[in-house]
């Protein structure tokens, strides 16, 4: 049972266009959510992250929103530069249990193309 | 500042064989924990150190075991490898609970033959 999913394993963007990166959960005790950005050989670096009591949250190219009625939120890179492509992962916790455990999907490989 | 550093980056072992991989963060972090990453799957976390001197289990502990030795170190031992343990390793660090930025080592390549 999937509780993050991440449903496009790949994603090809024109560099300097947008890249929209997209994650769904099951979960309704998730409240807190995280992106992770991963080259290869590397391990995963902290991109992003946003609280359930907010709907956005900016840091510089990249925002993250939260749709909750939906359960989805997406990343989104503007504009898109070729250092950019990576394995991106999101991430969700539950901040009542503890939040010691994230539960992660399983990424979406993106490209930017020059 | 080294982060989070993980020994050894590759490993091959027999199936039967035991090893330890270690994990050091110079991060006064509270919280350690291990992780493992397969092919087309997210991370998903084997145990987890809420701070010195506990451990719990995550979604992933079967053949596994960890120590927490001090602060600093967060060890995780396989005492009879599997084939079915193949996999990348990574480590990480957050102050506290993990709703706040995890820092991750660089990931150990085991593969178990």
């Known amino acids: 049972d999937q509780q993050v999913k991440q449903n496009s394993p790949s994603l090809s963007v024109q560099e300097g266009r947008i890249s929209i990166l997209n994650c769904d959960y099951t979960?309704?005790?998730?409240?807190?959510f995280l992106w992770y950005k991963k080259y290869p050989a590397e391990g995963p670096t902290f991109l992003i992250s946003?609280?359930?009591?907010?709907d956005k949250n900016e840091d510089g190219r990249f925002t993250v929103f939260l749709n909750k009625s939906a359960k989805h939120l997406s990343l989104h890179i503007v504009p898109s530069q070729p250092g950019d492509s990576a394995v991106y992962f999101c991430?969700?916790?539950?901040?009542?249990?503890?939040?010691?455990?994230?539960?992660f999907g399983k990424g979406t490989k993106l490209s930017v193309i020059p | 500042n080294a982060g989070v550093t993980q020994t050894p980056k590759f490993q091959v072992l027999k199936t039967g064989q035991s090893m330890t991989l270690q994990c050091a963060q110079d991060?006064?972090?509270?919280?350690m924990y291990w992780y493992r990453q397969d092919p087309g799957m997210g991370l998903r976390l084997i145990y987890y150190?809420?701070?010195?001197?506990?451990?719990d289990k995550g979604e992933v502990p079967n053949g596994y075991n960890v120590s927490r030795l001090n602060k600093r170190e967060f060890s995780l031992r396989l005492e009879s490898a599997a084939p079915s343990q193949t996999s990348v390793y990574f480590c990480?660090?957050?102050?506290?609970?993990?709703?706040?930025?995890?820092?991750f080592g660089q990931g150990t390549r085991l593969t178990v033959v």
């Open positions: 991060m006064n972090h509270n919280s």
């Open positions: 990480a660090s957050t102050p506290g609970p993990q709703n706040t930025e995890a820092f």
């Open positions: 991430a969700a916790s539950n901040s009542g249990a503890g939040s010691y455990q994230l539960t």
């Open positions: 946003i609280s359930s009591i907010k």
């Open positions: 150190s809420a701070s010195e001197g506990t451990t």
């Open positions: 979960n309704s005790m998730f409240d807190y």
